[in-house]
Every structure is written in structure tokens, then in C-alpha cells.
């Protein structure tokens, strides 16, 4: 059973183990535990809905608790506290396309608000209810889940909008496919979530970005069906995918989703090497991408994200071990754990693996074979269920992230970093911040930022530190050439930033879209665009 | 001196070899002459200019005709005719962005039209005049086509808009890159008018396509300056840089280019393939491509351009010794030449090459080595040039493109071919039709069809001609599947065909772009969008 306030399966516990917790409490202090609220408290503050009856919509209180938040810091101590504030009015569950152009025309009928919900996984605030005179219906496609057509010729795979990660997979991979498309939140977001946010998985070094691999299909909008036509490429005029990627829900609600798709590999592999300084590893790592050597995957940890895997890890003394050898070939305080992957036929796989070798031995790279690869693959989506661990433990986790060309990598990462580690000090509280490069093009990178902080007394006021985290790190974000969004999307909490990268032009030009498609301005409101 | 009535430099000559006579001549019947127009009776037809007086504005008679049409089968036939019908105004030459915002506030204060011009090569009516009450300025590019800035970390290189392809290639060597975007346009086409109409190189398959290539710039609007500033990747919202990417000037100049370019590579080698059967080589080359293989071109001519190519390259002797060998090896009649080049690391071009070798062995792929290969890389420039030769042997020469999904490409290219083929047929005219697919993706493939007919007795009925010709082929492209355009654009040729695929929703987001950008349509009018 999927929790209500939190992430994933109940059945899944990742506990944060001993040796991790004496690390946090040597850096920021002791934990601090705050009470959740029960689902009956929760249940218990629904007000009645304000829509009218419709078949195709339950009203029911715990399925709208269900469906009231997603996964940012603030969703959690919403859900964790019982303090949700809004609730949705309904929650919709369309089988078809038909379904989804009938409740949108009820609700203009009834001048409802409009919320379109894949797998509730956001972390920037795209699916929750704001308070306001009209009602409000969560639109859920997780009932459109199905592999409709594969064209095996021209390796284009259709699906409903709602199929999740392992839906997509399992149905793609009894035929012999894959999506390539790992987002870590791949256990329960959604192929049409992945394509309205711009999502990028894990190894979008072989497979692409969700844009390459979104090939076309069907919007439904109060104007009519927008379809979009599978092409390998055109110049037929601005490509329409592109209007409706990282739409985020404020033009239309995508019923079909046509994606590329891949033949499953011969082999794959991971492997972890240790660059002696950041420095060091930061060239490396783009000297890798810009040499084009063929790999699947890049992901570089800064020294203190690898001292805190390490020490999070739970086998000291393997992990002991381990630092002996790397502190003897050279990799010593300040190292840096870079994994690389090669997915691909052997040939091909073992020229990479020869090349990407040779070249990160010249930055001083340390091997340490595919066990650390094996472990990273095994647990790429579990980091999402530690911040249960660390919640128990009493600490607090949330991650942000950004991209910027490579000349502006090191000072952004810096700045960002800086702005969390100093957000709490009138407070007198220390915040522990580590970063990774995950997403590497030959133009420069995408840059992921965890921080670990203590909560506050009161869910308020633990709220009220978040929100001091946030603004600073997004104000270090936009203000230094970074994107603020290179994966996540930009939601409600990501707008008010947004103006400084698109321009007054390009914000206009957004808004005349969503006034064309959306003259009433009833789906997502204040999502991407703000009012 | 570039030509006023005709393609590039009047210094490059490609005539028409007397084997290649007899071979049209055998196929559609003896080449009918028409007279061409002389400069001067053309500058003869050149009306007062309607516009006033700005110092940046030339109303010369000579520079408005060496603006006047681009180089589509129509311009063609109205530079040769003399029949013009509509010049520009007047033409604008600005330096800088800060004169085409001045020239687009001049043209709002005197009701003019600006049609954006930068190497004047549209084969698709982007930059014609059209007749209309307004007066007409056309903005040409070409004082803007300096290297202004080079992020050799994050390979990034700022250009002026009008930079053509030699402009851009020769700076970017000097230091050492390469844009690597060769669009058989190269050597008059610019890097704005790339972005401007999505357009694609030869080898597309190593650097992408001008969308992988555009990193952002400056557009200059009615409504202000849009900036889009250079990121890897983002999420954050639609991506600006595909609103302008294809826009063909309807909502603003581009007045600066950020691309992303590539380190010269190690190696670059062209190799030549005959395969026995057009089935057997087009299962290869779709084998080739999804199997990932590092190729940085493809190019699969069928067996009727085969033949063509041989019997056009001039050298009849050399050829049929190249027949007779490939006969005893297997590829005779209905044989078809596939050429693929590897760019890039010595060790990678190796496998490249062996794995390419095997996989075209396994469809009985006959090599031929680097001689041909070198050939095409040497003559990659020149076939527009052959217009030329085909016209003074009463011959003319037209081409179309299109692109479709793999399970899609044989039937649309029949298609296409036997809609050109038959065009004619009411007046008893030949057309020699051949197809060539360039650029390949793992999901389908670009088709390029070349036709050649008879001028009529006159220029009018020769105009006639073509339109039933090119009205058949968009027929067939939009009623089965294909893009109306894979790297030409839209312009004013293709326009009343883009609705069959943006669909009435898509056209109606695009047309409320362009009301919100350019209110009072102003820019291009007719372009991309029919009013």
C-alpha cells in the first residue's frame, strides 16, 4: 500500500543506520523528533466537497487526502503534521480520452479549477489545491496506464499518460524494449507527468532527455484535441511537442503519450572511480563528456557528498577498508566518487570502458572495479525513502537542483551551496550540504544539492526554516546563470523565480499560450505561470 | 560575384557531361531552351520605391532585385523570365541590433512590411515580396556575421545572425572548432536562417540538427527583446529556443546566435556501399542507425538515383569498370549506393567502421573503399550549381524533402515518386524522378526526392508545370504521413499544406504566437502561417 504521507510502498523501510546518524549529529547537532498526525486527525478536518455529483468522480475523504500533495519538503510537513489547509473537491479517475473531454467540459459547465495528477510526485508544488472560491477536481490518470501500440519498425511505443516507471518497463521490456527513462522518483511518477515537467532520468546520456524521447500524441484542451504526429524530425514550423513539454498541465491534459523506445542492451556496467580533488574531478568529468565517449551514465559526488555516502553507507569497516586503499593510491581527504556507466553491445561497451579509464587516470582517477557501480544501481531508488530514516532520526532532508554551462559549474555550485550552509545562522543552525553532478552534456551540467537540517520546535516554524533554505538557494540559483529547474519543473514553488530566465518577453509570450488554450484560466492555476 | 538570377558564384561552372545528356534524353526526350532575361531588362521593370528615406535603407534598383526571390524552382523561373512581379522597397543592411530595433520602430511609424533576409537561399518562397498595399523592406543580415565570443569551456560560440557557412566554419577553425552543420545551402545560407527554418546538415547524425545546435540569442520584437539565455538543459517551462526555431521571422529577428560547437576531430573518413536491392538497403540502413552505431553520416540514394548519379558523373569509362565490379560482386541492376562517414577518435572510427562493415555484409553490402566516399565530400557543395548546367541543356531541376517513421518511409517515398512521375502525364511529359534518404534517426528517416522535366514552350507554362508537380508531391506527403518539410521550412510553398499536420488546435496556438508577438502582422506576412 503507497504511504499517504510520505514516499513509496509502506513495505519499503530504508532506516538511517548508527554510523550515519553519529556523522549528521557531529555536523549539525542532535535530531529532532516532531509527532505526525494520523490519517483519521487528517480525515477527520475534510470539509465537504463543493462539487456536484459526477460518476466519474469520488468525493470520498481519504482519496482526497490521497491525492492533496505531492512529495516537496513543504508537502511532507503538511502530511506529516495534518495541516494540509486545502483539500481537493474531488478526485476524477478517466479510463479515456472521451472521459477526460467530458469532465473538462463539466467543468466549465460548473466553473471548476482543474488539476491534472500523474503519480503525485512532485517536489515544486504542481498538484496542490489553493484556496479559492471555486471548486477544486483532481484529474488523476493513473486508470490510463496501458501499452497501447508498439511499432517495432520505427521503435515508437504508445501508452496511456498514467503508466508509472515500472508500468512502462515491465510492459516495454516482455517485448524485448526499453524506455531508458530512470528519474529516481521512477517507482511512482508517470510517463505524461514526465512529459508536462521535462523530466530527465538517470541515464539520459544514452537515452536523452524525456524531449528526445517524446515522439508525439494527444492533448486534450477546452479548445479541442491538440494531436501531435510522430515525425523523426521536421521544419515544419516551432515543433508543438515542445509547447506542450514542460507545460506543466496549464495548456491541456495529455491522454496519450507516443515515446522512442530502445532495443534492451547486450550489456551493461557501472563503475566507481575516486578523483583525488574536486578540482580534478571536475575536469574530468568534462573532459569525459565533451570527448563524446559513448557512455550511459555520469554522476560525480563533491567531497562531501562522498564522505557522507560513505559514512551513511552501514559497513564501517568495509567502508574502512576502502578508504586504506583509495588513501593509498591517492584518493584522500577531498576525494571525489564519480560512477560512470557503459550500456551498449561488449565491442562498443569495452573501447568506452578502455577510453573513459585512460582519460580519468590522467586526472588520477582510482578504480575501484563495478562493486560500488553494483550498489549505486541496486539502490538508485531508494533515496527517497531515507528521508523517513532521517525523519525518525529527527533530521530534515530536501534536495534542489539546477544546470549551467561549465564555465559557470564550480562558482554556481558554490553559491548555492553557500547560500543553504548560511540560510540558518541567525538561527545558530548549522545545515549539512553535499552536491552531485548527475545529468552531463558536452555544454556543461546539471547540479543536485542535498541538505540535511534539524527541524525546528513546531512544524511551523520547521516550515518557516525550509522556506528561508529555498528562497536563498533559488535566489543564488537564477541570480547566477542557472536554470532553476533542470529536472523537477517549476510548479508553484519555482515561479515566482522563473520571470529571470524567461524574460518579460518570453513570460508574455507563455502567458498569451495559456490565455489561448486556457481563457478561464481553470487548469493549474499559479503553476509555472504565476496569476 | 554572386549571381543575381541563379545559385552561388558565377566563377563555379558544373555543366551538364554529354553522357549525362544522352541519359535525360533517353529518359523524358530532348531538353527544350528557353531565353533568359538580361540585368538590365530586368532592372528596367524596377518601380519607384514606396518607402521614405532612412539612412540605413538602400531603395537601389540592382540591390532590391538581388533581393527580390530566393531559390526555389518559381524564383528560378521568375529571375530567368525576368518576370519578377513584386521587388522590396528598399533593403536595410543594419550592423547591429540596436538598428533593427530602430528599423522596426520605422517600420511601425510608416505602416511598412519587413521580411528577415539572411543568406537569401529559401527554396520554399520565405523572403518574396508579396504584393499588398504596404510597402515591403527587406532586412538583410549580412553586415552582421562576426564570431563575437567563444566559451571554450562550455563550447559555446555567439555569432552575429548573418554569419553564412564559410563565415562561421573559417572562424570557428582558426581556433580550432567546428559548428559541423553542413546544409547543402552551406555556402550562402547563414546560421539565422538555419535557426529560422529548422534546418539540418549533412552530418546531423554526429552534430545534430540546428535544434541540437541553437544554445540561444537575442530576437528582436515589436513587443522588446527576447533573451534566451544559454543553459545544458532545463525544465524549467517551455523551451523559448523551440518557439523561434522554425518560426521563419513571423515573430521576430534574430539578431544574435549562441551555438554549441565541437573540438575539430582526429579523423574524418567517407566510405561508398552498393547493396544488391532497395529493400535489402533500406533494412540496412535502419539497422545501422538504431543499432547506435557512431556514424556521423548517412546517405542511401535509391536505385533509380544510383543510376542517375553514375550516369551524371562524367567519366563514363571509369564507371563501367565500377559497374562491372560490382556486378561480380553481386550488385547489379536495381543496385543501390549507400555512403557513410565516421568523424572523430582513430579507436572509435575503427569500430565504427568494422561494426558498419559487418552489418551492411550481412545485406550484401559491397564495398568500394574511400574513392567514392571522398568524391561526395569533395562534390557535397555542387549540386545546386548543376541547375545550372541541366537549364542550358533545357532541363529543370527541382527537389522536395519530407520525413516520416521507419514503418512509413518506402510507402511514402513511392508515393512521392509516383505523384511526381505522373504529374504530367495529361501533357504526354516525362518526369525522371530519384530519392535519396540523408538523414536518419533511430525512429525514421528524411527523403529527399529530386525530379527532372521539360520547360515548356514558355516560362508561364513551365511555371504551370511545376505547380502540378509540386502540389501532387504535398499531396502525397501530407495525405500519407510525412512532414511537409524535414529541413527546408514552410515559407509560402508549403503553408496551405501545414494544417493537414499541426492539426486546426496547432495552427491556431501558432497563429496566436504570431498575433501576440506582431499585432498588426507586419513581419513575413503569409510566411509559415496563410493569413
Redesign the interface.
Known amino acids: 500500500m503507497r504511504r499517504w504521507n510520505g514516499w513509496g510502498d509502506e513495505a519499503t523501510v530504508v532506516e538511517l543506520p548508527a554510523h550515519g546518524q553519529g556523522f549528521l549529529e557531529s555536523r549539525i547537532g542532535a535530531g529532532q523528533v516532531l509527532v505526525d498526525a494520523s490519517l483519521e486527525q487528517v480525515l477527520a478536518k475534510v470539509l465537504a466537497s463543493r462539487l456536484p455529483a459526477h460518476p466519474l468522480v469520488s468525493v470520498e475523504a481519504e482519496v482526497r487526502v490521497r491525492h492533496a500533495r505531492g512529495q516537496s519538503l513543504p508537502d511532507w510537513l503538511a502530511m506529516r503534521s495534518g495541516e494540509f489547509g486545502v483539500f481537493p473537491d474531488g478526485v476524477a479517475l478517466p479510463e479515456t480520452a472521451a472521459q477526460i473531454r467530458e469532465l473538462l467540459v463539466w467543468a466549465q459547465q460548473h466553473d471548476v479549477v482543474v488539476i491534472p495528477y500523474g503519480g503525485g510526485t512532485s517536489v515544486a508544488g504542481h498538484i496542490n489545491p489553493r484556496d479559492g472560491l471555486r471548486p477544486v477536481l483532481t484529474l488523476s490518470l493513473a486508470r490510463m496506464s496501458q501499452l497501447l501500440e508498439i ?1 517495432e ?4 511505443a504508445t501508452f496511456g499518460p498514467g503508466a508509472n516507471g515500472p508500468q512502462v518497463e515491465a510492459q516495454l521490456r516482455a517485448k524485448g524494449y526499453t524506455l531508458g527513462h530512470f528519474p529516481q522518483s521512477w517507482e511512482l511518477s508517470t510517463l505524461g507527468g514526465w512529459v508536462a ?4 532520468g538517470q541515464q539520459s546520456l544514452r537515452y536523452g ?1 524525456i ?1 528526445q524521447l517524446f ?1 508525439g500524441g494527444k492533448i486534450e ?1 477546452f ?18 511537442r ?7 498541465g496549464r495548456f491541456g491534459i495529455i491522454s496519450e503519450v507516443k515515446v ?1 523506445i ?2 534492451l542492451a547486450e550489456e551493461e556496467k557501472f563503475y566507481a572511480v575516486f578523483l583525488p580533488s574536486w578540482s580534478q574531478a571536475l575536469a574530468a568529468i ?1 573532459s569525459l563528456v ?3 565517449v ?1 557512455l550511459s551514465m555520469l554522476r560525480l559526488s563533491n567531497a562531501i557528498e562522498t564522505e557522507t555516502q560513505l559514512a551513511l553507507a552501514g559497513h564501517p569497516e568495509q567502508i574502512a577498508l576502502l578508504e586504506k586503499y583509495l588513501a593509498f593510491r591517492g584518493a584522500r581527504a577531498g576525494k571525489c566518487m564519480l560512477t560512470f556507466g557503459v550500456t ?2 561488449r ?2 561497451n569495452a ?1 568506452s570502458i578502455k ?1 573513459a579509464k585512460r582519460l580519468l587516470k590522467g586526472f588520477g582517477g582510482v578504480f575501484t572495479g563495478t562493486l560500488l557501480g553494483k550498489k549505486w544501481a541496486e539502490n538508485r531508488f531508494r533515496f527517497p525513502y531515507l528521508r523517513h530514516g532521517l525523519w525518525e532520526a529527527g533530521y530534515a532532508v530536501d534536495t534542489l537542483e539546477t ?6 559549474v564550480d562558482h554556481l555550485l558554490n553559491q548555492v551551496e553557500d547560500s543553504l550552509r548560511n540560510a540558518l545562522s541567525a538561527e545558530g543552525e548549522q545545515v549539512h550540504v553535499f552536491t552531485h553532478l548527475s ?8 547540479i543536485y544539492t542535498s541538505y540535511v537540517f534539524r527541524p525546528a520546535a513546531s512544524y511551523a516554524q520547521t516550515l518557516a526554516r525550509w522556506s528561508k533554505l529555498k528562497h536563498a538557494a533559488s535566489l543564488a540559483i537564477v541570480n547566477n ?10 510548479g508553484r514553488d ?1 515561479a515566482p523565480y ?1 520571470p529571470v ?6 513570460i ?3 502567458k ?2 495559456s490565455r ?2 486556457d481563457p478561464d484560466q481553470r487548469l493549474a492555476p499559479g503553476v ?2 504565476e496569476d
Chains 1, 2 share one sequence.
Open positions: 511499432d519498425q520505427s521503435l515508437i515537467s521535462r523530466s530527465s532527455r524531449e515522439a484542451t479548445a479541442g484535441t491538440l494531436e501531435i504526429p510522430t515525425f523523426p524530425a521536421s521544419a515544419a514550423g516551432p515543433d508543438l515542445e509547447m506542450i513539454l514542460g507545460s506543466e522512442r530502445t532495443r568534462r565533451q570527448a563524446r559513448p551498449g553491445n565491442q562498443q573501447l577510453q544546470a549551467t554551462d561549465w564555465a559557470n545529468h552531463v552534456y558536452g555544454e556543461g551540467s546539471s546563470r542557472g536554470t532553476i529547474s533542470h529536472q523537477h519543473g517549476v519555482h522563473l530566465e524567461k524574460g518579460e518577453q518570453g508574455a509570450a507563455l498569451a499560450l489561448h488554450f509555472l505561470l
